[in-house]
């Protein structure tokens, strides 16, 4: 089974019922905006951790009313995503989103060896995109997470995202590791790891998945380009994942959809004992939306 858009995804999403959400320093207009909407199609309720005049300030502002959220006071940004993590851990809520926090003191709250969310694996981020033209959920890893993984994390950041997509019901995922070219150069690390990842799928490693590369781009999304190349690919043009080599590439790789392609993008933060959301400012409100939803979706799964 695959996802044809965002819109499947939130229909799934939807019929597992409202999952509940801890938002670190809430006091965010567009992270508010994000999770009223969410709330109103039936999706999540919030507890919302900051500084609370304010998150009622912006809530009154967009409309949306605090009746059905629980509240936390913390102004303090680090101690509201410490407070929010502890509503995680203490079972009050099934995911954690980040708000108006900086990014990396936000995942080091995370993975806090007291009190964290740490389970023993990688942190990875996995992004989905619903790029026009394609009639498939196109999803990279790791664009925000890992910064140059080696090979043991590439395998890592695979695993949580297979994981996740088989939670959500895929039951095939063609996975290309993706390079600049087809040949491995022992100069190119990306080429040798994709080699080294596509002979631990070829031995069984990748339940579920058929991982092949190295692969440059055109000839992961082309069968056209395969055979001009004259490159065999049982994969043949149909990737669902892309695991990229370091996190620039992922980046640029999931803007350049967005940017040049028109698509919509939405991610998360694998590994965690909970999903976790991890928006940025420039991501759109429907942007936002879907990340909740995906996270929603991973909350029997994470
Ligand atoms: N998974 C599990 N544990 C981890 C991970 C991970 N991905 N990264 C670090 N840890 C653990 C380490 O084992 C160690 O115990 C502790 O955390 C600290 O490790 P450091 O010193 O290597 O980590 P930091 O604090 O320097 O950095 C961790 C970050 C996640 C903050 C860092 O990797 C980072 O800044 N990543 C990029 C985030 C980003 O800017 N994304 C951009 C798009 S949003």
Redesign the pocket.
């Known amino acids: 089974m695959r996802f044809s858009g965002f819109e499947a995804l939130f229909e799934r999403a939807k019929s597992l019922g409202r999952a509940k959400v801890a938002v670190a320093a809430a006091a965010d207009k567009e992270v508010l905006e994000a999770i009223k909407l969410t709330q109103e199609e039936g999706l999540i309720t919030p507890v919302l951790v900051g500084d609370l005049e304010q998150i009622k300030r912006l809530s009154f502002k967009i409309g949306f009313s605090l009746e059905e959220s629980d509240l936390i006071h913390e102004p303090n940004p680090l101690a509201a995503a410490n407070k929010a993590i502890d509503a995680v851990i203490d079972g009050q809520a099934h995911f954690l989103m980040k708000g108006l926090i900086n990014?990396?003191d936000f995942?080091?709250a995370v993975?806090r060896p007291e009190r964290g969310l740490?389970t023993g694996r990688?942190?990875?981020h996995l992004a989905a995109f619903q790029v026009p033209g394609f009639s498939r959920l196109i999803y990279v890893t790791d664009g925000?997470?890992?910064?140059a993984p080696d090979l043991v994390q590439k395998k890592a950041i695979l695993q949580n995202s297979l994981f996740y997509l088989k939670g959500i019901g895929m039951d095939k995922v063609n996975v290309i590791v993706l390079a600049a070219n087809e040949e491995v150069n022992p100069k190119i690390a990306a080429t040798v790891d994709a080699q080294a990842l596509a002979k631990m799928g070829q031995s069984g490693e990748f339940p579920g998945a058929l991982v092949e590369g190295p692969l440059a781009l055109d000839g992961a999304v082309s069968a056209v380009a395969l055979k001009h190349k004259g490159i065999s690919s049982q994969i043949n043009g149909d990737v669902d994942l892309f695991l990229v080599p370091t996190?620039e590439v992922g980046?640029v790789l999931g803007k350049s959809m967005v940017y040049f392609a028109g698509a919509t993008m939405a991610g998360i933060v694998l590994?965690a004992q909970v999903p976790i959301v991890?928006t940025?400012r420039n991501d759109t409100p429907r942007s936002k939306f879907m990340a909740l939803t995906m996270a929603a979706l991973n909350r029997t799964t994470s």
């Open positions: 990014s990396a995942l080091r993975l740490r990688l942190l990875s925000g997470m890992n910064v996190i980046n590994g991890l940025s």
